[in-house]
């Protein structure tokens, strides 16, 4: 939810040259979806591995 509010600060803001170069090269949405992928992944993996650990346990 933090991540969620943080992003979307930073979106709005308009007195950020890098992010006005990112926008409107169509750039900054690309950033964002790369890194929702990552944190999918890792959050997959995570828990994929729990699975594995809870099967283990048992």
């Known amino acids: ?13 308009a007195d950020v040259e890098m992010a006005d170069n990112l926008r409107s090269d ?6 964002i ?4 992928i990552i944190l999918f992944g890792i959050l997959l993996y995570l828990f994929m591995l729990d699975k ?3 099967k283990l346990e048992k």
């Open 33 to 36: 979806a790369v890194v929702l």
């Open 52 to 54: 594995k650990i809870g």
């Open 26 to 31: 169509g750039k900054f949405w690309v950033v």
């Open 1 to 13: 939810m933090i991540l969620l509010s943080w992003l979307f600060s930073i979106i709005l803001q």
